[in-house]
C-alpha cells in the first residue's frame, strides 16, 4: 500500500461543477503540498498545510492531522483548471518527500 | 532571477556517458529537492539538502547517481554510465525551511529533460 493514496485517479467533469480530490497517507507528517501540473510538465506548488483550512481563488484546502486525510476543492470549474494534481507529504520522521500518483482531472466546455 | 533555474533543459546523451545537470535555487533557500519524473508518472524523491549537507539520498536509484552542494547553494545531480532507463525529466526544488522547520514552500524548476539514447 502506498504511503499516500489520491482519488479519484482520473476525473472528468463539466465547466462550472465543484471538485474536490481526496488524499489521504499513513505516515506521520510535518506538512502537505497540493501541487498542479500542467499538461506542459511545468509544476506549480498550490498550497502548503499543516492544519485547518486555506483558500486561494477558487481553490480551498482542507487538512484533518487525527485523520491524516487532505482535500482539495476547485469551485467554478474551468476548462483552464485541466491539469494533474499532486498530493505530497513531508515526512515528520526523516524529512523525506512522499508523492502521491495524482489525479488527472480534465473540465470540458 | 527570482525563480529555481535548472540546466540544461534538455539533454540527449549517448548510453555510457557521464551527465552533470545542474540546479540554481532560490537565493537563501536552505533546503533543495531533486527529484525524477518519468514520462507519464508522478515525481519520485531522489535525495535533498540543507544548506551543504545531504540529508537523505536513499532515493538515488543506485550509486550511478550522485548529488552535491558543496557550498550550500548551487546543486549539481551527476549520472554516470548513464542507461536508457535513466531517461527522464529530473526536477529540483528549494524551500526556505531552516532545519526542523515546519513552515516551508517548495519552488520547482523547469526541470531537465534527460534523454539516453
Known amino acids: 500500500k502506498n504511503e499516500v493514496e489520491q482519488s479519484p485517479q482520473n476525473l472528468t467533469a463539466q465547466e462550472g461543477e465543484f471538485i474536490t480530490i481526496n488524499c489521504s497517507y499513513s505516515?506521520?507528517?510535518?506538512?502537505l503540498h497540493w501541487l498542479q501540473q500542467h499538461p506542459g510538465g511545468g509544476i506549480v506548488s498550490l498550497f502548503m498545510?499543516?492544519?485547518g483550512k486555506k483558500k486561494h481563488g477558487r481553490l480551498i484546502a482542507t487538512i484533518n492531522i487525527q485523520e491524516k486525510h487532505s482535500s482539495l476543492h476547485i469551485t467554478a470549474s474551468h476548462p483552464r483548471d485541466s491539469a494533474v494534481y499532486i498530493c505530497?507529504?513531508?515526512?515528520?520522521?526523516?524529512?523525506?518527500?512522499?508523492f502521491g500518483k495524482g489525479t488527472r482531472l480534465h473540465i470540458l466546455p | 532571477g527570482a525563480g529555481v533555474s535548472q540546466s540544461p533543459r534538455y539533454k540527449v546523451t549517448k548510453r555510457g556517458q557521464d551527465v552533470a545537470l545542474r540546479c540554481d535555487p532560490i537565493?537563501?533557500?536552505?533546503?533543495l529537492y531533486w527529484y525524477r519524473q518519468a514520462l507519464g508518472q508522478g515525481p519520485e524523491f531522489l535525495t535533498y539538502?540543507?544548506?551543504?549537507?545531504?540529508?537523505?539520498k536513499s532515493g538515488l536509484p543506485n550509486d550511478r547517481f550522485s548529488a552535491e552542494r558543496p557550498e550550500g547553494s548551487i546543486s549539481t545531480l551527476t549520472i554516470q554510465r548513464t542507461e536508457q532507463r535513466d531517461s527522464a525529466m529530473y526536477r529540483c526544488?528549494?524551500?526556505?525551511?531552516?532545519?526542523?522547520?515546519?513552515?516551508?514552500?517548495?519552488?520547482f524548476g523547469p526541470g531537465t529533460r534527460l534523454t539516453v539514447t
Open positions: 537565493s537563501g533557500h536552505v533546503s
Open positions: 539538502f540543507n544548506y551543504e549537507a545531504q540529508q537523505d
Open positions: 526544488a528549494s524551500s526556505i525551511t531552516p532545519p526542523g522547520s515546519s513552515s516551508y514552500e517548495q519552488y
Open positions: 505530497a507529504v513531508r515526512s515528520d520522521r526523516d524529512d523525506k518527500i512522499i
Open positions: 505516515v506521520g507528517i510535518s506538512a
Open positions: 498545510l499543516s492544519s
